[in-house]
């Protein structure tokens, strides 16, 4: 599994209707409206990096309302809270 985390820059006036979208996409786990320098942060998890250039090239960016995308792949994962879920499995 192949983890990227997308920085979107998007139509201020569309975000609600631009992050729907992108949840909605094969690939994309998780959207995030936020603060700062982007307004949305999508989770792209794929089996291999061919599936991300096709969530990213093919699906994020064509979104209307998507104004610019900073991709960003994950090499390993720290998350306590993906680990308490890998051991709760089967309690």
């Known amino acids: 599994m192949v983890t990227a985390?997308?920085?979107i820059?998007?139509?201020v006036t569309k975000i609600p209707t631009v992050a729907e979208e992108l949840a909605s996409?094969?690939?994309v786990s998780e959207?995030?409206?936020v603060t700062g320098k982007v307004d949305l942060i999508a989770?792209?998890?794929?089996?291999?990096?061919e599936g991300?250039?096709?969530a990213v090239t093919e699906g994020v960016s064509k979104v209307p309302g998507v104004l610019e995308t900073e991709t960003?792949?994950?090499?390993?994962?720290?998350?306590?809270h993906d680990l308490?879920?890998?051991?709760?499995?089967?309690?």
């Open 72 to 80: 960003h792949i994950a090499f390993r994962a720290y998350s306590q």
């Open 5 to 7: 985390i997308v920085l």
């Open 52 to 54: 991300i250039a096709t």
């Open 9 to 11: 820059k998007a139509d």
């Open 31 to 33: 959207v995030y409206s």
């Open 25 to 27: 996409l094969d690939g």
């Open 43 to 49: 989770i792209v998890r794929v089996r291999d990096h």
């Open 84 to 91: 308490d879920a890998a051991f709760s499995i089967g309690e």
